[in-house]
Structure formats: structure tokens, C-alpha cells
């Protein structure tokens, strides 16, 4: 069993939406911080926004204001929905529970100019 699938990646156009999900299994999920991380080619893991098991959340400057992070307790899912997206936020993102320093195996987002 994988512990961390992430899905909803894919290609959009400059200015539009996409919302990523990670399942975990719930003995990763319901204690830890979760996380969304993100790696363009050529450039380091840099973390896009993360979300603790009380709900409270954090998010890098370049995303602010655009992106937002949730988790569903109940299915054992953390969401990343992203707006007004920007060909600079083209990378691999990643799915992270900091409980085991668990990651996904990653899903690809492409914005178009």
C-alpha cells in the first residue's frame, strides 16, 4: 500500500485552476502536518504550503493569496487548490506528511503562457 497518492495534476492555461489531493492512510494522516511541495527542473524542493492537524496553515510568498490548502479529516485527504496560476508555477508537486517524513511519488503541473 502507498502511503501517500496524489492526483489532479495535468496542463492549463496561464490564469487558470487546478486542485491537487493527496490520500494517505489514515495512520499518517490524522496526526501530522501535511504539505505541498513543488520542484521545477533545474531548481531545488521548495515547500508551497502546509497545513497541521489543528487546521492551521502556512504558505510560501509566491503562492499566497492564490493558492489555498485543506484536509478533509474524515477521508484522509489534503487539497491543494490552486488559482490564477502562472507558467512560473510549472514544476512536479509534491504530497508530504512531516509524521514520518512520508512523500508522494509526485504529479506533474504545466501552465501555459
Known amino acids: 500500500q502507498v502511503p501517500l497518492v496524489e492526483s489532479g495534476g495535468g496542463l492549463v492555461q496561464s490564469g487558470g485552476s487546478l486542485r491537487l489531493s493527496c490520500a494517505a492512510s489514515?495512520?499518517?494522516?490524522?496526526?501530522?502536518?501535511m504539505g505541498w511541495y513543488r520542484q521545477a527542473p533545474g531548481k531545488p524542493r521548495e515547500l508551497v504550503a502546509h497545513?497541521?492537524?489543528?487546521?492551521?496553515?502556512t504558505y510560501a510568498d509566491s503562492v499566497k493569496g492564490r493558492f489555498t490548502i485543506s484536509r478533509d479529516n474524515a477521508r484522509n485527504t489534503v487539497y491543494l487548490q490552486m488559482n490564477s496560476l502562472k507558467p512560473e508555477d510549472t514544476a512536479v508537486y509534491y504530497c508530504?506528511?512531516?509524521?514520518?517524513?512520508?512523500w508522494g511519488q509526485g504529479t506533474q503541473v504545466t501552465v501555459s503562457s
Open positions: 489514515g495512520s499518517i494522516f490524522r496526526l501530522s502536518t
Open positions: 508530504h506528511a512531516l509524521g514520518g517524513n512520508i
Open positions: 497545513i497541521a492537524n489543528v487546521g492551521s496553515t
